[in-house]
């Protein structure tokens, strides 16, 4: 089906909201799917999920590590034993993160099939928590016949498709990884409404795979007797079904014959202009420089990609390096800044997809010499992500603010809220009381001697819309503040 962008807005704002009206109507939060306000707007400053992290580096508590999870067990490519396959989650603390729900991505390493492990991706997954994301880096099947390619290492017999293998198995992993996260979603807080997949080189290419190769394209176009699927299992497995929403495309590709617009996906991508080995347009992978065996291996790379969706409207955004090539936005010692210019960009493009704010008819591409690569924002360098408007990351535990640009007056976060919420006043250090009110003007609970960022109980109260008096203990002022309890 052909891939259709969805327009969501976030809530209407309420047109009245004042306390103490008798007879007023109970006006209640309707139950149902994490509502986009959730992530757009709900409360003053509010900037999760952008180019600027809001979650502390100097607190190593804010952002926990689930280690070694075993997600699967499957057959590598050169033994008949089974392999344990393990991954990594990283999530914001839940007791500090207020969030009842998050957004993950799934991020994989690369290595062209034959080298690499989980930890590779470990700073991505750092980056992108620190901005509220829950995300996962996975092992998995790794093996092809690189001496003598074409040829099959277990029985020395002719392996023309030992590459097209070593894709197969990643993107069973890869599938196996993400219906694990959907099982165990509540574990660590994930809205499974919003899954998206990322990495670089192979990586990048497995999550392309877990989008565009259906099994009956894997079975026909790897012409093997008896077939993939029956030599290796199915592509995919059964139960908690998953719909990626969006790729973060590093120097990756898919291959020519498997790729179907209407199957298509958001791409936000990076490339070099001169890669040779996954091209960034449509070209043969490696150069053209393996040996003549396997399937068609004309590969569409970032600015293919970028190509095909914007022709049909599909929101993308890729910056290439002029002169560049395989995996360079990856130097670490040339481009210190990579990798947070990248996070960035991502996390402000999914965002956008999140928040229905992405114009399909408005896609970015640039360019960049290879001489300004370090330039940010500056004329011919890169263009770093601003979707957070200058916000400065806070201390979860410094009991200012828990999200970054609260300033003016208290504020109550999150909103709607769910089990409870918290009062926000930066910069202030006084106690405060406080009192929540229903839309008849009834009185339904006291908070008394509250700090800033004191996570305070709604347990017993009933959905709805209420107002929270708050008063300082100096009595000098009273602020109303909108509250919605789901």
């Given at each position: 089906?052909?891939?259709?962008?969805?327009?969501?807005?976030?809530?209407?704002?309420?047109?009245?909201?004042?306390?103490?009206?008798?007879?007023?109507?109970?006006?209640?939060?309707?139950?149902?799917?994490?509502?986009?306000?959730?992530?757009?707007?709900?409360?003053?400053?509010?900037?999760?999920?952008?180019?600027?992290?809001?979650?502390?580096?100097?607190?190593?508590?804010?952002?926990?590590?689930?280690?070694?999870?075993?997600?699967?067990?499957?057959?590598?490519?050169?033994?008949?034993?089974?392999?344990?396959?393990?991954?990594?989650?990283?999530?914001?603390?839940?007791?500090?993160?207020?969030?009842?729900?998050?957004?993950?991505?799934?991020?994989?390493?690369?290595?062209?099939?034959?080298?690499?492990?989980?930890?590779?991706?470990?700073?991505?997954?750092?980056?992108?928590?620190?901005?509220?994301?829950?995300?996962?880096?996975?092992?998995?099947?790794?093996?092809?016949?690189?001496?003598?390619?074409?040829?099959?290492?277990?029985?020395?017999?002719?392996?023309?498709?030992?590459?097209?293998?070593?894709?197969?198995?990643?993107?069973?992993?890869?599938?196996?990884?993400?219906?694990?996260?959907?099982?165990?979603?509540?574990?660590?807080?994930?809205?499974?409404?919003?899954?998206?997949?990322?990495?670089?080189?192979?990586?990048?290419?497995?999550?392309?795979?877990?989008?565009?190769?259906?099994?009956?394209?894997?079975?026909?176009?790897?012409?093997?007797?008896?077939?993939?699927?029956?030599?290796?299992?199915?592509?995919?497995?059964?139960?908690?079904?998953?719909?990626?929403?969006?790729?973060?495309?590093?120097?990756?590709?898919?291959?020519?014959?498997?790729?179907?617009?209407?199957?298509?996906?958001?791409?936000?991508?990076?490339?070099?202009?001169?890669?040779?080995?996954?091209?960034?347009?449509?070209?043969?992978?490696?150069?053209?420089?393996?040996?003549?065996?396997?399937?068609?291996?004309?590969?569409?790379?970032?600015?293919?990609?970028?190509?095909?969706?914007?022709?049909?409207?599909?929101?993308?955004?890729?910056?290439?390096?002029?002169?560049?090539?395989?995996?360079?936005?990856?130097?670490?010692?040339?481009?210190?800044?990579?990798?947070?210019?990248?996070?960035?960009?991502?996390?402000?493009?999914?965002?956008?997809?999140?928040?229905?704010?992405?114009?399909p008819d408005a896609p970015y591409a640039k360019l960049v010499p290879?001489?300004?690569?370090?330039?940010?924002?500056?004329p011919g360098g890169p263009e770093l992500a601003h979707c957070s408007?200058?916000?400065?990351?806070?201390?979860?535990?410094?009991?200012?603010?828990?999200?970054?640009?609260?300033?003016?007056?208290?504020?109550?976060?999150?909103?709607?809220?769910?089990?409870?919420?918290?009062?926000?006043?930066?910069?202030?250090?006084?106690?405060?009381?406080?009192?929540?009110?229903?839309?008849?003007?009834?009185?339904?609970?006291?908070?008394?001697?509250?700090?800033?960022?004191?996570?305070l109980s709604l347990s017993g109260i009933r959905q709805g819309i209420?107002?929270?008096?708050?008063?300082?203990?100096?009595?000098?002022?009273?602020?109303?503040?909108?509250?919605?309890?789901?």
């Amino acid at each position: 089906m052909k891939k259709k962008l969805l327009r969501m807005l976030c809530p209407l704002a309420l047109l009245l909201l004042l306390a103490g009206f008798p007879g007023a109507p109970i006006l209640r939060a309707q139950p149902g799917p994490q509502k986009l306000a959730y992530y757009c707007n709900p409360g003053p400053g509010f900037k999760r999920f952008t180019e600027t992290p809001v979650i502390s580096d100097t607190d190593p508590d804010s952002i926990r590590v689930a280690y070694n999870l075993l997600y699967r067990q499957a057959q590598p490519w050169n033994s008949t034993a089974l392999q344990s396959l393990y991954m990594d989650v990283y999530y914001p603390d839940t007791t500090l993160d207020p969030l009842r729900k998050r957004p993950f991505i799934l991020l994989i390493f690369g290595g062209g099939f034959v080298d690499g492990n989980r930890t590779m991706m470990a700073n991505y997954c750092y980056e992108f928590t620190k901005r509220g994301f829950v995300t996962a880096t996975i092992d998995y099947r790794l093996g092809k016949d690189t001496l003598k390619p074409c040829e099959n290492p277990l029985t020395l017999a002719p392996d023309p498709y030992s590459e097209e293998k070593a894709q197969y198995r990643a993107i069973q992993d890869g599938d196996a990884a993400m219906r694990y996260i959907v099982a165990h979603a509540a574990d660590y807080k994930i809205d499974t409404a919003w899954l998206f997949a990322g990495g670089y080189s192979a990586g990048a290419g497995i999550c392309n795979g877990m989008v565009y190769v259906e099994q009956s394209e894997a079975n026909s176009l790897i012409p093997l007797s008896p077939n993939i699927q029956v030599q290796l299992g199915p592509l995919r497995g059964a139960g908690n079904n998953y719909k990626i929403k969006g790729i973060f495309n590093n120097w990756g590709g898919i291959n020519l014959d498997y790729f179907d617009i209407g199957e298509a996906v958001p791409m936000v991508g990076f490339h070099g202009a001169s890669d040779k080995v996954v091209p960034p347009e449509v070209d043969k992978k490696y150069n053209n420089k393996v040996p003549d065996c396997g399937m068609n291996d004309s590969i569409m790379g970032t600015v293919g990609l970028y190509d095909s969706l914007v022709a049909h409207r599909i929101c993308a955004d890729i910056t290439v390096l002029a002169g560049a090539g395989h995996g360079v936005w990856n130097d670490e010692i040339l481009y210190p800044d990579g990798l947070q210019f990248r996070i960035g960009r991502a996390a402000c493009f999914f965002k956008q997809l999140m928040c229905g704010t992405c114009n399909p008819d408005a896609p970015y591409a640039k360019l960049v010499p290879k001489i300004h690569v370090t330039d940010y924002d500056l004329p011919g360098g890169p263009e770093l992500a601003h979707c957070s408007a200058g916000s400065v990351a806070q201390d979860y535990r410094s009991g200012a603010a828990l999200v970054n640009g609260i300033s003016g007056g208290p504020a109550v976060y999150p909103n709607p809220a769910t089990g409870s919420f918290r009062l926000l006043y930066p910069g202030h250090t006084e106690t405060y009381d406080a009192a929540l009110y229903d839309m008849s003007g009834r009185l339904v609970r006291r908070y008394n001697k509250v700090t800033t960022g004191e996570g305070l109980s709604l347990s017993g109260i009933r959905q709805g819309i209420y107002l929270l008096k708050v008063t300082g203990q100096s009595r000098a002022v009273t602020t109303n503040l909108k509250l919605v309890v789901e």
